[in-house]
């Protein structure tokens, strides 16, 4: 069986963003024993009043360990969400933080160095310090410093959670900054995308002819979110151009291992009242980040005396990102717009040409510290676009939208504040950092879908182009108008796509996003991507919309659940009649498996066995059609071909009969080959049924087995709307079906809200979330608070 990689990869790589890195420990003895003392952190007790600098607040948590925070102004509210994030979170936090600045290794090993160096070398901590400039003296920045002030008032606790002993140190100080690390971790594990970097090196090792077929800029379908062009909507597409070369294949592999990782994505959708049974709108958002062990999300209901808010917020930031206040409902997708560019550079030694004139690098060193190794140096190096990533002599400038400072944090607040559809736009306005497909409804009827995010206009010599393409940094090529790497950006400038101009829709009676496409037309004003991913969930979910409509029977919340939880898979479609076609080029044995998705529903459910033949087939075939001749050129397997492009190469593609190294193959033998390697597979790990392989594999950042979720069978797969991805630990990271008639939304975690293994709600959402069921979004609470937070006084001052 190909080896799952572990959870902890994505955790040091993007927490949704992902690495190759081995786990986090080395053997049970990296540890320290568990002493007294740790005995004493997991069964410690939340003190019942704690003392704030600010005014009073409450907190009550309901039968699955979700708070609700009352407080009567948002710097108190935010000191005691700060409070409960630590209480629950705090090593999590932590580990992010480390991960972002680049100083895991001083707490873990020799383990985490290619991360700390990648990090240290993009300066992650730098673009947060510009944030929090950026933000500070505001509203939002208030809120972030009283969050912070939360999280200190819980470390000064006399016990740290069990992992800090277990690591043997202890958290420092949390800052604001600190937040705003959390946020550059969401949007580069988002955004951060080397795909040209990736293509080009593709084009160096097969020629352009093959890349453009194995690595395409788009993907043949008609499956775009807006559908069609209307007054209202602004379209937003750019014509390719070349990918040129580069020479960089091993920095391209080392750095896809910092990208997301594969089917890192979301679904929503939004239904307008005319096609509801209740006549007012329905929302869901599903987000597929990575599944760990505590979850991506937290769980919160804020409540002040003028408004209240439910949903999910990330653990170090203060404000529901996902969810409901009273007005209405709102949720994101990632949009796969392309907000980083690559630069190669005329270098001299120490300086580079930009222009007419040679400039010397920033240039400073640093120590990454690791405990109980050799601790490293590790030179970083900046241009005028952002840092300079080096890798066994290979250098590329970056650009990225997330390396200047941005208002995110403004719009989130926003939202959760805002009173109907025109407050809740106004606020999406400011969402700078990462882009994003945004959804909204609310109890007037009002459904709205947007774009958001700094989106730059790329101009060579005056004239706007693609950013699809490795650029002469040196030529002046693909500069950003006010883009101020490490510093705050000039939102006003030419240079930004207008959010008013990004795609948008008011008022959409049906309206889904999956990741495709973003608009159909590729006749438009603006470059927007190319970097979407496939189309599987996109179509299928159009498909079932648009097929309960033309039923005319109104849609109702049972629908939509409906959705979320189909199986369907459309490779699977596509696919295996190919499969089945190949059968008498096959071993009895092969043959036998193979006749098993005859008369299969392509439903990828827990009790199917085709739906295990398909699934383990797939990354069989996979590797029987890419691994030999990516070997042969030298390239990282990470920079293998997605199941888009494998399933549509056909018989007579030249990849077969005229492939770019070694002689002609016959994809049918190949086909055959991959059923035999199946086969293989099934017998050697006792496969009986797809939920022997497709399970909640979800585990603690440290792999230990009593700190590892349960594994429960599950239905779903990469490329269904019930998202799962075992091989990368990705999956529906939460759920929530949002309704307006009176009766409560639903949601769930994949997973539970506490963070110490010792707590009962540490896991307990986790066999709710593999068997389809949900809870409601907002509490019933009885009996006193949990937590009172009062100024001055409380044994945790």
């Known amino acids: 069986m190909p080896t799952r990689r572990t959870l902890v990869a994505a955790l040091l790589a993007g927490g949704v963003g992902a690495s190759v890195v081995e786990p986090l420990r080395s053997g049970l003895d990296r540890f320290a024993p568990l002493s007294g003392d740790v005995w004493d952190a997991a069964t410690d007790s939340v003190p019942e009043t704690v003392a704030t600098p600010y ?3 409450t907190v009550r948590y309901d039968d699955q360990g979700v708070p609700t925070i009352a407080a009567d102004d948002e710097d108190s509210l935010y000191f005691a969400v700060g409070y409960v994030h630590a209480a629950d979170r705090l090593f999590q936090m932590d580990l992010i ?43 939002a920045g208030e809120a972030v410093a009283a969050h912070a002030a939360g999280v200190n008032a819980f470390r000064r606790r006399r016990s740290d959670p069990l992992e800090f002993r277990l690591l043997g140190y202890e958290p420092e100080p949390w800052t604001p900054v600190d937040s705003m690390l959390i946020q550059k971790q969401i949007s580069w594990g988002l955004t951060g995308d080397f795909t040209s970097l990736r293509r080009a090196t593709i084009a160096d ?125 709102w949720g994101f997708t990632n949009a796969g717009l392309d907000v980083l560019d690559v630069y190669d550079y005329e270098i001299d030694g120490e300086q580079y ?97 947007h774009v958001t995010g700094l989106v730059p206009i790329r101009r060579t010599d005056g ?34 796509i207008p959010f008013e101009d990004k795609p948008h829709a008011d008022d959409p009676a049906l309206l889904a996003t999956a990741n495709q496409r973003v608009v159909a037309d590729a006749a438009s004003e603006y470059y927007l991507s190319d970097g979407y991913s496939a189309p599987w969930r996109g179509q299928r979910l159009y498909d079932q919309l648009d097929e309960l409509v033309a039923a005319d029977t109104p849609l109702t919340p049972a629908d939509s659940r409906a959705l979320q939880l189909d199986s369907y898979d459309r490779r699977a479609a596509l696919f295996v009649p190919e499969i089945l076609a190949a059968r008498p080029a096959m071993t009895d044995r092969a043959r036998s498996l193979a006749d098993e998705l005859v008369d299969w529903d392509f439903r990828m459910v827990r009790d199917s066995r085709a739906a295990l033949v398909f699934a383990l ?74 939920g022997d392989y497709n399970r909640t594999a979800i ?27 075992v091989e990368s630990g990705v999956g529906s990271s939460y759920r929530l079906l949002a309704r307006f008639d009176g009766e409560r939304s639903l949601s769930v975690l994949p997973g539970g809200n506490d963070g110490d293994y010792f707590s009962d709600h540490y896991a307990d959402q986790l066999r709710a979330w593999a068997d389809g069921e949900y809870s409601p979004l907002t509490p019933s609470l009885t009996g006193s608070p949990s937590i009172r937070f009062r100024p001055g006084g409380g044994d945790s001052a």
């Open 353 to 449: 040409r930009y222009g007419d004139e040679w400039r010397s690098f920033d240039t400073r060193t640093e120590t990454v510290a690791v405990s109980g190794g050799r601790d490293r140096e590790v030179t970083v190096r900046k241009t005028v676009h952002g840092p300079l990533l080096e890798r066994r002599g290979q250098r590329v400038g970056v650009a990225w939208t997330g390396l200047t400072a941005g208002r995110t944090a403004r719009a989130v607040r926003g939202l959760n504040r805002s009173d109907g559809r025109d407050e809740a736009v106004a606020a999406l306005s400011m969402f700078d950092q990462p882009t994003q497909n945004a959804v909204y409804a609310d109890r007037d009827g009002n459904t709205h879908y």
């Open 463 to 496: 004239e706007a182009v693609a950013g699809d393409r490795i650029f002469d940094g040196s030529a002046q090529e693909g500069e950003w108008a006010g883009y101020e790497p490490y510093g705050q950006p000039d939102f006003e400038s030419d240079g930004w």
């Open 617 to 690: 087939f797939l990354d069989h075939y996979r590797q029987r059609v890419f691994g030999p001749l990516f070997d042969a050129a030298g390239l990282d397997r990470e920079l293998v071909p997605n199941d888009w492009v494998l399933l549509h190469l056909d018989a007579d593609d030249p990849w077969f009969r005229d492939p770019p190294i070694g002689e002609p193959r016959e994809r049918e033998s190949l086909l055959a080959a991959a059923v035999a390697d199946t086969a293989a597979e099934i017998d050697a790990e006792g496969y009986e049924r797809y």
């Open 205 to 329: 090792a097969f020629g352009a002819e093959t890349a453009d077929r194995i690595a395409p800029r788009r993907y043949d379908h008609d499956a775009a979110i807006l559908r069609s062009r209307r007054p209202d909507v602004s379209f937003a597409d750019g014509t390719a151009g070349s990918a040129g070369g580069s020479g960089a294949g091993d920095l391209a592999g080392w750095l896809a291992g910092f990208e997301w990782p594969d089917g890192v994505g979301s679904n929503s959708w939004v239904v307008g009242g005319e096609h509801t049974e209740s006549g007012l709108p329905l929302l869901a958002n599903d987000p597929h980040l990575t599944l760990l062990a505590p979850p991506v999300w937290y769980e919160m209901h804020h409540e002040l005396p003028d408004h209240s808010v439910s949903g999910v917020t990330f653990p170090g930031q203060p404000f529901v990102v996902i969810g409901e206040n009273d007005a209405g409902a």
């Open 97 to 139: 933080r480390r991960r972002m600045r680049g100083e895991l290794s001083a707490a873990v090993g020799e383990q985490t160095v290619e991360s700390d160096l990648f990090h240290r070398q993009m300066d992650f901590a730098a673009a947060a310090e510009a944030n929090w400039e950026l933000l500070s003296g505001t509203p």
């Open 699 to 725: 585990d603690h950042p440290f792999d230990l087995g009593f700190l590892n979720y349960p594994e429960y069978p599950t239905d779903g797969s990469p490329a269904t709307l019930r998202n799962v991805r």
């Open 55 to 57: 005014g009073e607040a």
